[in-house]
């Protein structure tokens, strides 16, 4: 046997114990005429001790070795003089009276420590070393016991595990799909699944009617944090249910998650309209952590001052900023730089500071009265002390996720954003459709087969943009953790949607026909919800990028660096293929 116990689970009850362990070197210290050595696994780290006087040879081969060497040990368990509290296995050491190196390392490109030096490209160049480092493992760690705890409790709801196709047809509605060509069927394509969305709709139809699948699913869109080019849903659908089923259902199995993972109690969660929330907090993903809701004052300073900024603004908004009147000149410019940016876009930023002694300084001072500043503190209910920050423009949802991303801003530069703070609820009533400046067109808002409210169904002729969707999604700390919908399963409800979607018969037929036609053998109702896992987990181990809990994720280019991929292939791959490049350099 290479190892009789792991590097985590020898105690002070295993002294005098003859053990074999196996691993790497995290350090070796000389002292004296002895050496010891930190041995790592994945479990933990025990300390090893060479002593000259005992065996020189031994000691001196010990000498040699290097960070990251692999190595096999025997020796016998003993009582350390010098306990380590900060590690389990700090009660005791390893005499050792055996040593075998299985394998030699180079130096490492950085230290295989927690507080590391290596920075991002190095570390995912070398990611199968800063998998090694504990905080990394960790994650991996936790995300294997979350998936456990998943299929555990699906399993339990009477899901079923089903695998669908990764190569698939493509449906290019809504990200761009990940496209690979077929050898058998020249100048044909396959595509990656955005999603299993139809496929699980089909198993509906074909019966199975509690589906789930842990799935890989590719889109070809701008990166950032929350984003990989390749993610994994929690995917899940279900026959004879409504809204309330599939919500109740997936809380409950969210409240399972926090409680194991976190020891957190979730309570029922709060219902929130798509309108409520764009108008409260400027995103269909609220972070609630923390107060600073928007405050309408369109009525305060439209058209009652002599600031034409205001005046000729659709919409006016602000949020109070508790105890933040003694924000400097700096401080206020700074915050105007920041709603300025590209990424959010206002042209300015109004601020009133309601100082601790009573008076008032303004940016607008010379625009308003003092009455009119004093009627703004009351609808604000901003107290002295308090800063209200002010956007105002044309377009009313645009402004409010400006004032959005100032409002977040705001939450983090006052650390209201505690990452050991959880705060759940469900969006419901969304739009079923929304306008794409690139397209010219109205898109669906989720995808194409997401029921409308039956109360709405009267105006998808003439108002369709009017219409809210059965949907509904899953947000914790202001992330969209979760998604889905009621689907529509009938034939001429489905043939009116994509008729709105400006699909013709004929385009309608060749991307979805398979579906349309399943749907005419008796397709139950449906409803459906993906949770992002990657997203799950990251939130529940507090970390701020999903990069930090996939073993080998790709960079914010979509390049895998370790890999070097995607790369060219060879001229014959692409003759194969029938596949002739035209690079526009």
């Known amino acids: ?56 040879t031994l000691c001196g081969d010990a000498n040699k070795l290097g960070r990251e060497y692999c190595i096999q040990v025997n020796g016998i368990v003993s009582e350390r003089q010098s306990k380590n509290d900060k590690i389990p296995t700090g009660d005791i050491e390893i005499i050792v009276k055996g040593l075998n190196v299985l394998s030699r390392s180079l130096i490492p490109p950085f230290t295989i420590e927690d507080n590391t030096d290596g920075g991002d490209d190095l570390r995912m160049k070398y990611r199968y070393l800063d998998l090694r480092r504990e905080a990394v493992r960790k994650n991996l760690e936790l995300r294997h016991r979350m998936t456990i705890l998943i299929r555990n409790f699906l399993d339990s709801q009477k899901f079923m595990e089903v695998e669908t196709p990764i190569l698939i047809g493509s449906t290019p509605e809504g990200a761009r799909d990940f496209v690979v060509p077929s050898r058998m069927n020249p100048g044909q394509f396959y595509a990656l699944p955005q999603s299993p969305q139809t496929l699980k709709q089909l198993l509906m139809v074909a019966g199975f ?107 006016i908004g602000g949020i109070v900023v508790p105890g933040c009147a003694d924000y400097s ?132 002729d003439e108002h369709p943009e009017q219409v809210r969707a059965k949907a509904y999604d899953f947000v914790c700390n202001g992330i969209e953790v979760g998604g889905g919908s009621l689907r ?31 749907f005419k053998y008796g397709a139950p109702p449906h409803a459906g919800l993906a949770f992002g896992l990657d997203r799950f987990v990251s939130i529940l181990a507090g970390l701020d990028s999903i990069r930090d809990c996939i073993a080998f994720p790709k960079n914010n280019s979509g390049r895998d660096v370790m890999l070097d991929a995607p790369s060219m292939i060879d001229q014959k791959q692409l003759d194969e293929l029938e596949i002739k490049l035209d690079l526009k350099l």
């Open 329 to 460: 000149r700096k401080q206020i410019n700074e915050l105007t730089d920041f709603v300025k940016r590209p990424q959010v876009g206002a042209h300015g930023l109004v601020f009133i500071k309601y100082n601790a002694d009573g008076t008032v300084k303004s940016s607008i001072d010379k625009f308003y009265a003092a009455e009119q500043l004093q009627k703004v503190k009351e609808t604000t209910g901003a107290k002295d002390g308090d800063l209200v920050l002010i956007l105002s423009g044309d377009n009313a949802n645009k402004t409010r996720v400006q004032l959005c991303s100032l409002r977040l801003e705001m939450g983090d530069r006052l650390g209201l954003r505690d990452k050991n703070v959880f705060k759940c609820l469900w969006i419901v009533d969304f739009p079923l459709f929304e306008w794409s400046d690139e397209e010219q067109r109205l898109m669906a808002t989720h995808h194409p087969f997401t029921m409308p409210n039956p109360d709405d169904i009267p105006l998808l």
């Open 1 to 56: 046997m290479y190892r009789t116990s792991t590097c985590g689970e020898l105690r002070l009850s295993d002294a005098g114990k003859e053990v074999t362990l196996a691993g790497w070197v995290q350090r070796s210290r000389k002292m004296g005429g002895m050496t010891f050595i930190d041995l790592r696994d994945r479990y933990g780290i025990t300390q090893l001790v060479f002593n000259e006087a005992d065996d020189a």
């Open 488 to 518: 529509i399963h009938d034939t001429q409800l489905q043939e009116k949607m994509f008729e709105v979607l400006g699909f013709t018969p004929e385009r309608a037929e060749v991307q979805f026909g398979f579906l349309m036609n399943a």
């Open 209 to 315: 009617d509690r589906y789930f699948q842990i799935a890989k699913c590719f889109r070809d869109e701008d990166l950032r944090a929350d984003r990989q080019p390749e993610f994994t849903q929690i995917d899940c659908e279900m026959s004879f249910v409504d809204q309330d089923d599939v919500i109740n259902l997936f809380e409950e199995m969210a409240r399972h998650l926090f409680r194991e993972i976190r020891g957190v109690e979730l309570p029922k969660l709060e219902q929130m309209t798509w309108h409520e929330a764009m108008k409260r907090f400027g995103s269909d993903k609220p972070d609630l952590r923390f107060g600073m809701e928007f405050v309408e004052l369109m009525d305060d300073l439209k058209g009652t001052g002599s600031f034409s900024v205001f005046d000729e603004a659709a919409y």
